[in-house]
């Protein structure tokens, strides 16, 4: 052991070069948890057209049922309990 200082280097970078390619945060873990990720955003982005279809078919539904009941009362004097129906002929 004449020169153990380049050794101990060389060694040590043997090590680093392991951990980068084979431990954890290696490059193909980094790779595998990019792919994940896209993977995540495109489901996400799927939940939330999924959640704004579902916001605007309940905006259709109660202005739906309002437009019913609007109706209703417009054509055959529809009335609520505790109200009381007023007609005026023209």
């Given amino acids: 052991m004449r020169r ?47 959640v704004e279809r579902l916001r605007a078919e309940i905006r259709d539904l109660r202005d739906g049922l309002e437009m019913v009941e609007e109706r209703a009362r417009a054509e055959i004097g529809m009335v609520k309990p505790n109200e009381i129906f007023v007609q005026i002929a023209k």
């Fill in 4 to 50: 153990p200082v380049p050794t101990i280097l060389l060694g040590m970078l043997l090590v680093l070069q392991l951990q980068l390619w084979f431990g954890r945060g290696s490059v193909p873990d980094v790779w595998r948890l990019r792919q994940q990720h896209q993977a995540q955003l495109q489901l996400n982005a799927s939940a939330e057209q999924d």
